[in-house]
């Protein structure tokens, strides 16, 4: 299995309060991103890095922020938490070194509960 | 409208049978798609690549894609109880579609 983590597992907030949500990778791979994964909905991307320092918006980005000061780390955090980001979220890593080399490596996910 | 389209489903299959899954895509600029399989409660993993016009098989699946028509299939043959998931067309930006579930009946 790829080396990547995700914390925590599960979380419960009230609404309002700013949530931050960790990936952590020991591949060294230069791409991470944030999905949000919700019934109907499939796989929703919020936001990506392409290397430190390095991100951009997804299909979803709104009431989100990323910071990735270490290539391992890839931090998503809701500044006010709102019951509609009540959802799954999963962190995945991608190497992306050629064409043929895209292939994602999930996190186990983190269970988000806004109440 | 979403980059990648798919029939949510649920689609449902005998045991045996060729489970056919769909999706459209909308940007014609898109090289590559991978299919990813989720087993409930999991996260998903891949499945299958294929970067080229035409069928890519490997063991029971086979992808397909029509760059012309904008279209992307997985047809699995055989189906098994275990196939039973669901499943995720992507595109090489990474955007997914909606995901089509599986059930396949002994």
């Known amino acids: 299995d790829a080396g990547i983590t995700q914390s925590p597992r599960h979380k419960v907030t009230e609404t309002g309060t700013p949530v931050t949500l960790r990936c952590h990778q020991t591949?060294?791979?230069?791409?991470m991103y944030w999905y949000r994964q919700d019934p109907g909905h499939g796989l929703r991307l919020i936001h990506y890095?392409?290397?430190?320092?390095?991100?951009d918006k997804g299909e979803v980005s709104d009431g989100y922020s990323v910071s990735r000061s270490k290539t391992e780390d890839f931090l998503l955090t809701l500044e006010s938490a709102t019951s509609s980001q009540t959802s799954v979220y999963f962190c995945?890593?991608?190497?992306?070194?050629?064409?043929?080399?895209?292939?994602?490596?999930f996190g186990s996910g983190t269970q988000l509960s806004v109440l | 409208q979403k980059e990648v389209e798919q029939n949510s489903g649920p689609l449902s299959v005998p045991e045996g049978a060729i489970a056919s899954l769909n999706c459209t895509y909308s940007?014609?600029?898109?090289?590559?798609f991978f299919w990813y399989r989720q087993y409930s409660g999991k996260s998903p993993e891949l499945i299958m690549s294929?970067?080229?016009?035409g069928d890519k098989e490997d063991g029971r699946f086979t992808a397909q894609l029509n760059k012309a028509s904008q279209y992307v299939s997985l047809l699995i043959r055989d189906s098994q109880p275990s196939d039973s998931a669901t499943y995720l067309c992507?595109?090489?930006?990474?955007?997914f579609g909606a995901g089509t579930r599986l059930t396949v009946k002994p």
């Open positions: 940007d014609r600029g898109s090289q590559s």
């Open positions: 591949e060294n791979h230069r791409y």
């Open positions: 992507v595109n090489n930006d990474m955007r």
């Open positions: 294929i970067y080229s016009n």
């Open positions: 890095s392409y290397g430190v320092k390095d991100t």
């Open positions: 995945a890593i991608s190497a992306r070194q050629t064409a043929t080399n895209e292939k994602l490596f």
